[in-house]
């Protein structure tokens, strides 16, 4: 008789690998890739990128320019073969991709600026946009980079609109339009600070600001069944000595109605960044990442986790924090999933980020007499659409690219008659606070994390003591101008760990810049904004600053604040211009 034993195990493996490779492929209803500029179709991990010629039904624009490097100069990476040519678009242009099932939808636009025939790429500035979403604002870059969105169509066309800045024009090397599962991103979310349920996912545009596999190597998207590209994070660890990398791929289990391989391959569950405390069991610290974002805008994170460190049950227990604030508090994945190297995800929403790092760190939970441990296998990090549907740029004007002279410090004007009556007058409101200690509290919460405290603290105390009720307390002008300068410094973090950073008073030990702007002698020193002459000041910048200055004379006392508050201003203008 023919008893269930009798086959012999290659049959087994080879139905096990028929079925896995059954269920990892990936047959999205709308699939739209194109290798722009390109003659020929171009094959990435088994997916075909139309050449440009049989793309052009779904482009309409008012020209074709083709531009392709000629040499092999493009550094070899998982999309470079896309890379070697692009599209110009010297007028707005539209891509139309009909959509046969409504729902989310990725869009990753291909970039690289090569110079090729009078065009160098790096120079374009443009926009990119969809009906409902505005997916990148005045866009320029000299590095090559893939942005990806996912965006729910509801209507049955796409539309991806390019839109070159004024007088410039707008470049792509390469475009794809897929479905993605419906059940990868659902509505639903665990909001942070404090942690409430979300909803509302459905609405929203996302861009992948980061896709990591933590412990783990590149995940390519041939190795992951939708696609997608993971990177590793050793570039995002704080600390790299903190961590050790576990591999375990093999022991990966998607267990029944939990996480699947669509939302994250083997290659991702099966690694991960462990706490490095396997030799010290009272460890206890952080084991922190760092995630560069635009600010201005609520993420959705996404945590990945599968225990392949554990070989017994109720061995981890951890805490999460999201920006310091807690996520995951004494977490038990082993109660979660029911079982050890289960796969697991759960999803976070962040308030609006006020500055360009996002963090994330691990740590152990003090409650348990279980070791100190704390691991993590992968995170996604999504920008979240605004009200106005746009993802693009910051929330804010971006203090990066030269455009602090616009913004800085307080999100008021310098006398407001409207409100309350401590607050009318700038400078006195702020010394409130700066008396306090607290003077954060009334800096535009868009900014408060960009602000060093250090740079706060010395600004400050610079204008706290422009402000003093005797003029003999007050600095002089080349006083104010030198401390301004050091504000900028410690802000820009030219000076690192220097012992004078917290020195109240370090005008007059240093620097022979001080002399020229106090023209060498002790008389002007307590006249407050009284200068003798303004010419022989070092450089253009300073010149300028102090016919500004010169403007806003008068009321001593009110006025010097005012400057003092502007001053800042006008030196980081100054230093950018
Ligand atoms: C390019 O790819 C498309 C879609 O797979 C196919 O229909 C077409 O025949 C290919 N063209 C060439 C020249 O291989
Ligand atoms: C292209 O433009 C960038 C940015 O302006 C510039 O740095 C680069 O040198 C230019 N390349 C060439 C080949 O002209
Ligand atoms: C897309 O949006 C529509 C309307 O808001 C919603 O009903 C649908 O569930 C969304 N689909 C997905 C996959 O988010
Ligand atoms: C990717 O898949 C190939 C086989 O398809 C495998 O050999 C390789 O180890 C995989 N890489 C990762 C990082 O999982
Ligand atoms: C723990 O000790 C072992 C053996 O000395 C060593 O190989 C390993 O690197 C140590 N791990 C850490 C995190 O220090
Ligand atoms: C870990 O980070 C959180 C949030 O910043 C902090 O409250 C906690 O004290 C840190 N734990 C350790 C051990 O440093
Ligand atoms: C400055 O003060 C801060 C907070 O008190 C402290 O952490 C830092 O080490 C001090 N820096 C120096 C150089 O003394």
Known sequence: MMGFRSFPIWVFVFIACLISSTYSQFNPA???????????????????????????????TPQNVLVDTGANSIPSSEYSPLYKTARIFAQTSTYTFKINQPGRHWIRLYFYPFTAS???????????????????????????????????????????????????????????????????????????????????????????????????????????????????????????????????????EYPDGGATEEDAPRSVYGTAARMASENDTRSNFNVTWEFPVDRGFQYLIRLHFCDIVSTAPNAIYFDVFIQDSSALDDFDLYSKVGGLARAYYTDFVTPSINNNLLKISIGPAIVRDSLPNAILNGVEILKMSNLDGSLSGSGVPSSSKGSKSKIVLCARPVIDPSLAREKVNLAEWAMVYQKKGQLEQIIDVTLKGDIKPDSLRKFGETAEKCLADFGVDRPSMGDVLWNLEYVLQLQEAVLQNDPDENSTNVIGELSPQIHDFNHGGDDNTNTGFEMSSGDDISGVSMSKVFSQLVKVRGEIKEKVSVGGLRLIDYLVYFHRV
């Open 30 to 60: 709308d699939k739209y890739s194109i290798d722009c500029g390109s003659p020929t179709n171009t094959t990435i991990g088994g997916r075909v990128f139309l050449s440009d010629n049989l793309a052009s039904s779904f482009l309409s």
């Open 118 to 252: 009078n065009y160098n790429l790096s120079t374009a500035v443009f926009s990119v946009s969809t009906r409902d979403n505005s997916l990148l604002s005045d866009f320029q870059s000299d590095q090559g980079s893939v942005k990806e969105y996912s965006v729910n169509v509801t209507s049955g066309n796409l539309e991806i609109t390019f839109t070159p800045s004024g007088g410039s024009f707008a470049y792509l090397n390469g475009l794809e339009v897929v479905s993605v599962p419906d059940l990868l991103i659902g509505d639903g979310a665990t909001s942070l600070m404090p942690l409430t349920n979300y909803r509302g996912l459905l609405t929203k545009a996302l861009e992948t600001m980061a896709r990591v596999n933590m412990g783990g190597p590149t995940v390519t998207s041939r190795n992951d069944s939708l696609w997608r590209s993971w990177v590793p994070d050793t570039s995002f660890l704080k600390s790299p000595n903190l961590v050790t990398d576990v591999s375990k791929t093999d022991a990966v």
